[in-house]
């Protein structure tokens, strides 16, 4: 099903102008808003978050503007600038999270991520690290999710939240219901006359007979209402960067089976290796669309481990994912598309094997990764803490060592809670270890012991929620049960003095 992400900036041409200026401390800016002379009168254009709180709305003159706030800053604005900018970030999102990505003029963008999500372990994880993104470079994000490109345009403007909203599959015709008619792209006086006669909610106008507002109002409303609604097709039409490699081909018949598929792969992939080896590149990511006879497109995002000019394996990954594919009433053209590559050298080949010398992990790295998400590949690396939850960190499958090694004096369970789980403990004296434990509703009783291995925080991090406990004393002990298992036990506190922690008993793993 498809699954489209609206991004809205509706504070767009004044931020860029913040951003082009460099001031750090929002606390100090005056509020800021951009004009156009319309008519020898400087209208007021987009005002920002500040400005508009205070009254200053668009449309407005900029006297009457400065009536009601006289430090109001006033700037000319730059419609190309904005779209320029607007562009370039559409780029960008086309090379990190989509392939299908469009300018949504004048203040947003189209990411079509139907296909892609699960390189990031689904559509939640990929929009929050979208927001977080967008949010980190000075602009106000509003994100929208939905099955088509109406309702999350909508859903992105009209749903205030400080988080991306989605419209699970199949409900599409429930949320636009709620929203204003003008939520639909119409023309404002058309969205008017529309509240006049009584239609304020899309729900209203959905429930409406059709043939009289459409001779009244003409078929630019109903289609709108169509394409929110995923009854009448609503393509987006993708940009690319002029120097990205890209090959296309455009079928004389329709096809839709996976060995034609196959086939016009191993094409396109020749052709983009060949523009890559003639640039001294490697593949890092490869975008495969499949254009519909009825105007909507299918796109799948593999990427590598590092960077490959390998033909075949570039083939298998792709074909791997052509089960994805619904083709409808057929495909007549196939585009590939390499946003993401690398510089590579000439690499030496067995001449009597026609293979590299020794293992290549990038390959299996490549086929678990685009087949389960490239979050659900990962390396453990030791790093230098004093609290066990941070001596671990997670890096790519195939990143460089950093030489950091596990202390073998202080063994540590092969996975850790997170976060360790209360216990309740039975001990002789409060300094002893335990003998007799109760986690999950069920007693354990303990028979043997070993510990304690006393660790006394981080005190230097800033203490809040998350540092109250590592700032703490932990006593840590390994301990058997009668069942055989071998647990990691911690006390907050010393057992003796009451300022050194609460004196609770949390598990923090099981050792294997």
Not at 8 to 24: A, I, Q, S, W
Not at 362 to 390: C, H, I, K, T, W
């Amino acid at each position: 099903m498809r699954r489209v992400v609206s991004l809205f900036l509706p504070y767009l041409p004044t931020e860029r102008l913040r951003r082009k200026r460099g001031k750090p401390p929002p606390e100090d800016w005056s509020p800021l808003a951009t004009t156009l002379t319309v008519n020898s009168r400087r209208m007021i254009v987009s005002p920002d978050a500040r400005a508009l709180a205070l009254g200053v709305l668009p449309g407005m003159t900029v006297t009457k503007a400065r009536g009601l706030v006289p430090d109001l800053e006033v700037v000319d604005a730059d419609p190309e600038a904005d779209r320029d900018a607007l562009r370039k970030l559409a780029l960008w999102a086309g090379r990190r999270y989509s392939p299908h990505v469009a300018p949504d003029p004048p203040d947003g963008i189209w990411i079509d991520i139907t296909g892609c999500e699960g390189l990031y372990g689904g559509e939640e994880p990929l929009a929050k690290d979208l927001y977080r993104r967008i949010r980190a470079s000075g602009l106000t994000p509003h994100i929208g999710i939905a099955d088509t490109a109406g309702c999350a345009h909508a859903v992105a403007r009209q749903v205030r939240s400080g988080r991306p909203v989605h419209i699970a599959p199949g409900r599409t015709a429930e949320a636009l219901g709620l929203l204003p008619v003008s939520a639909l792209r119409i023309e404002p006086a058309v969205a008017a006359d529309l509240a006049r006669m009584g239609f304020t909610r899309i729900e209203e106008l959905m429930a409406a007979p059709r043939a009289p507002l459409a001779k009244r109002f003409g078929r630019e409303l109903f289609r709108r209402l169509d394409q929110a609604l995923g009854t009448r097709p609503e393509p987006i039409e993708p940009i690319f960067a002029e120097e990205m490699p890209c090959a296309v081909r455009h079928l004389l018949e329709p096809i839709g089976t996976p060995e034609a598929f196959v086939q016009v792969i191993d094409d396109l992939v020749h052709d983009v290796v060949s523009q890559l080896l003639r640039k001294g590149g490697g593949v890092r990511r490869l975008d495969l669309m499949f254009m519909r006879v009825d105007g909507h497109t299918q796109a799948l995002r593999i990427g590598t481990a590092a960077a490959t000019r390998d033909e075949p394996h570039l083939a298998k990954l792709l074909n791997a994912r052509i089960g994805e594919v619904e083709p409808g009433l057929g495909i007549e053209a196939m585009r590939l598309a390499c946003p993401l590559s690398e510089p590579l050298g000439p690499s030496q080949i067995d001449h009597l094997t026609n293979s590299r010398h020794g293992p290549d992990l990038s390959a299996l790295v490549d086929a678990l990764a685009n087949r389960f998400g490239r979050r659900s590949l990962y390396r453990a690396q030791p790093q230098a803490s004093a609290m066990p939850e941070r001596e671990v960190r997670l890096i790519a499958p195939l990143a460089p060592e950093s030489g950091a090694v596990w202390d073998e004096d202080l063994p540590r369970p092969s996975r850790l809670l997170e976060p360790p789980e209360r216990v309740d403990v039975t001990a002789l004296l409060p300094d002893h270890p335990p003998r007799l434990f109760i986690w999950r509703g069920k007693p354990h009783r303990v028979t043997r012991a070993d510990g304690p291995e006393r660790l006394y925080g981080e005190w230097w991090r800033e203490q809040g929620v998350e540092a109250d406990m590592s700032y703490l004393v932990r006593d840590y002990f390994q301990v058997e049960t009668e069942s055989g298992g071998r647990y990691w036990l911690f006390r907050v506190g010393d057992g003796e003095r009451p300022a050194t922690g609460p004196m609770q008993w949390f598990i923090h793993g099981a050792f294997a």
